[in-house]
C-alpha cells in the first residue's frame, strides 16, 4: 500500500515538474519574440505628445500623478519610468508624472498689520518680508503697515520677497498730508479743503457700491500725499441713484475644477442694475459655491479663473 502511494506522488511530482518546465519555455519564447526598443525621452512634452511618440512602439503610457515644479510648465511630463535609454520590449507600460508648474501664491493682505504680524502672515504663505520702507502718515499710526509690493492678490512663486511700506508717524510741523475721505461726508471733505487752505473741486458720479448718496466715494490726491506737490484735491461724490427694478431672489451655485492646487475665483454678476462683484477670493479644487442673490432682469455670472475668463452662467 505504502508502495502504491509513493508511486502516485512520484507521478504527480513528474507532472508537475513537465508543466512547469514547459510553462516556463513556452513564456520565454513569448517574451522573446517581443520586439526590444530604446525607450525615447518624453520629459518636457505634453502627455498627448508622449502617447503619439511612445504608442507606434508598441508601448503603452499611465499617468502617475502631478507635482508643482517650477521650471517644467504645466501639463508637461516632469518624469518617466522607466527612464529614457533604458531597453525594454513591446507592450511595456511607460509610468508619467506630469508637471503642474510653479506653485503659485497669493499674496494676503498686509495693510493694517504690524511688521512682527506681516512677516507671520506672509511665512504662513511661504513668502518672505523684502524691504521695508518709512512713510509719514495721518492714516495710520507709527510701525503699520500701508502699502506692499506685490499687492494683495496678486499670483506669485513660493517664497517671493514681499517690500513694504510701513508708518512712521504724524508728519513734521509744516507738512501737509491727505487725509483718507472715502466714505465720509461730502460737506466734511470740502470744509476740511477750506479750512487747510486748498482748491477744492466737487464732481458727482454714480456709484454701484454701498456709499452713501452725498459721501465720498474716492479723492484726489490719495491718503497720505504731500498736498505741497499738488495744486488742488478732487473729492468724487455718490450721485443719487436711480430707482432700481424689481429683484428677484436667486441662489447661484458653482463647483470649481478638482485640479491643481487653490485658485482665485472672481465671480462678476450682471443684470439690469449694471455689474457688480459678488466673490473674489482663493478656493481650494472642487470647493462648492453657493451665494444667494437678487436679480433684476436678464441676469448673468462671469466666471473667472486666476484672472482668466473661463464661462458665462446664465440664471434663470
Known sequence: ?????????????????????????????????????????VTGKSLVEAIEELSPLGLGVRKEGEEFNN???????????????????EGKIIKVTISQGGEMIYVPDLKGQTVRAADITL?????????????????????????????????????????????????????LLMPAFEGAKGIDAREWAIKAGITVEMKSEASSSSVMPGNVIRQYPEADSDLSKFDNVIFYI?????????????????????????????????????????????????????????????????????KVFIEDVVLN
Open 71 to 89: 521650471n517644467v510648465p504645466p501639463g508637461m511630463v516632469l518624469r518617466q519610468a522607466p527612464p529614457p535609454g533604458m531597453n525594454v520590449r
Open 123 to 175: 511665512r504662513s504663505s511661504s513668502l518672505m518680508i523684502g524691504e521695508i520702507s518709512k512713510k509719514y502718515s495721518v492714516v495710520r499710526e507709527k510701525g503699520i503697515v500701508l502699502s506692499q509690493d506685490p499687492p494683495s492678490g496678486s499670483a506669485v512663486d513660493k517664497d517671493t520677497v514681499i517690500n513694504l511700506v510701513i508708518s512712521d508717524g504724524q508728519p513734521p510741523a509744516g507738512t
Open 238 to 306: 455718490a450721485a443719487e441713484t436711480k430707482a432700481e427694478k424689481p429683484a428677484s431672489e436667486i441662489v447661484f451655485n458653482y463647483t470649481l475644477p478638482g485640479t491643481g492646487g487653490s485658485k482665485r475665483i472672481r465671480l462678476v454678476l450682471v443684470d439690469d442694475n449694471g455689474e457688480r462683484d459678488i466673490l473674489n477670493a482663493v478656493r481650494k479644487p472642487k470647493e462648492k459655491i453657493s451665494i444667494p442673490l437678487q436679480t433684476s432682469g436678464n441676469a448673468v455670472v462671469k466666471v473667472y479663473i486666476n
Open 1 to 41: 500500500m505504502l508502495k502504491k502511494i509513493l508511486l502516485v506522488l512520484l507521478i504527480f511530482a513528474v507532472i508537475g515538474a513537465a508543466v512547469y518546465y514547459s510553462f516556463n519555455i513556452i513564456m520565454n519564447s513569448v517574451i522573446h519574440t517581443k520586439k526590444e526598443i530604446v525607450l525615447p525621452d
